[in-house]
C-alpha cells in the first residue's frame, strides 16, 4: 500500500501528527488531492512558521523553506489564516510577502529591542499590519544586552526599578482585544494600563518582581473593556494590598479573574474571607475565579494563627467547586505558610510540598519541590 492508496480520512490522521509547517511544505502542489486536503483549516488557520529550542531560542526556517512560503505557499491559503507564529529573522519576510485578508492574531518570538521599537514606531507596512488587523499579540520573548538572567521581557533599562516599558506613546493600539506578555516588574503593566490599549479585553501577564515603583504612575484610570486578566508571578511580594487588589479594582467589569502568586502578609494568610471582601466584592461581573495563592506568614506576636479547618471554612459560599487550602507552620524558621487553591489545579509546578499535602490530581504538573 502507497500513501495514495489511502483514504482521506486516514491521510487527515496522519498528516494531524506532523509539523503543520512541513505538512504543507511537503504536500502542497504535489496534486490535487494533497492539495486539497492540507488546505484544510486544520493546517491553515492557525500557522506558526518557527520552533522552539531547548536553550529558549527559536529557530527560523532555512533560506529554501523560508522563500517557498514566501513565494508560493502563503500566497496561495493567504485568506486561511488567522493566526500566525513568525521568528525575528524571518518575521518581515513572512509578514509583507502577501495580504492576509482574514489575519487577527500574531505571534512574534526571539524579537531584540531595537527590533521591536521599530515595528512598534516607524511608518512601515508591517506598523499598519499590526494596528489595523491584528487583535490578539502574543509577544514570546524580547531579550536584550542588559537582560537578567531570567527570560523576561525586557524593553530597555537594566535598573528594574525603573519601568522598562520606557517606551513612546505613540506605541497604542485601538484595535488590539488580547495580549500576552512577559514583564520584568509590575511597573510595566501598570505603564500597558495607562490607557494606551484602551480596547483591549484579555490580559496576561507573567511579571518577575512585583514591587513599588519609585516614580509616580497615574494608576487611577478605570478598565471598563477589560474581561479577562491573568496575573503570574513566582517570586514573593509584599505589595498585594499596595498595588495587586487596587489595580484589580480598576478592572470594573472583569469576568474572569486568574491570580498565581507568592505573597509575604504581616498579620494574616490570604484566605477566603480576604478574597471575599478584597476582590469578589468590588468585581460586581465576575464569574470565574481561579487561583494559586501561597501566603508566607511571619511567627510573631501579632500575626493571626489559624488552622487548616478555620480556613477551608473561610470558602463557604464560594462558586467554585472545590477550593482546597494546606496551612503548615515551622517553629524552627519561626514561619507559616498557607496554599490555597481552586481545584482542579492549573499550574504546572507544586511547590513546597509538606506531610499536610492534600493530594488531588494533578493534570498539569510537571515540576514539583518538597
Known sequence: VE?????????????????????????????????????????????????????????????QKLERFCLQI?????????????????????????????????????IEENTALRIFTDKTPLTRLLQNKITSLVIDTILSEDTFTEECLHYGSSDWDQPLFQIPA???????????????????????????????QKLFVDVCRIVSPRIIIDNQKQIPNLKHFLLYSERDTDKYNELIVPLVYRMTNLEELNLHLVVYCEKRSIDGYDLKRNIISHLLQL?????????????????????????????????????ISCIDYFPDRKEGQCHIYSYPYPAKYYEYI????????????REVSL
Open 3 to 63: 500513501l495514495h492508496d489511502l483514504t482521506d480520512e486516514i491521510l487527515l490522521l496522519i498528516f494531524k501528527k506532523l509539523d503543520k509547517a512541513e505538512v504543507l511544505y511537503s504536500f502542497l502542489g504535489v496534486n490535487q488531492r494533497f492539495t486539497r486536503l492540507v488546505h484544510d483549516s486544520i493546517f491553515t488557520n492557525r500557522l506558526t512558521l518557527t520552533k522552539g529550542l531547548d536553550d529558549g531560542l527559536f529557530d527560523r526556517l532555512d533560506n
Open 74 to 110: 502563503l500566497p496561495s491559503i493567504r485568506h486561511r489564516i488567522e493566526w500566525l507564529g513568525v521568528e525575528a529573522s524571518s518575521m518581515e519576510n513572512i509578514l509583507l510577502c502577501t495580504s492576509y485578508l482574514n489575519l487577527y492574531g500574531l505571534g512574534l518570538h526571539g
Open 170 to 200: 505613540t506605541i497604542s493600539s485601538s484595535t488590539l482585544l488580547e495580549l500576552h506578555v512577559i514583564l520584568e516588574t509590575f511597573t510595566d503593566c501598570l505603564y500597558l494600563l495607562d490607557g494606551r490599549f484602551n480596547s483591549l
Open 287 to 323: 464569574n470565574k475565579f481561579v487561583f494559586n495563592i501561597r501566603s508566607r506568614l511571619p511567627l510573631n506576636d501579632q500575626a493571626y494563627v489559624s488552622s487548616n479547618e478555620d480556613c477551608q471554612r473561610s470558602f463557604n459560599g464560594f462558586k467554585n467547586n472545590k477550593i
Open 354 to 365: 509538606t506531610n499536610n499535602f492534600p493530594d488531588g490530581l494533578f493534570k498539569y504538573v
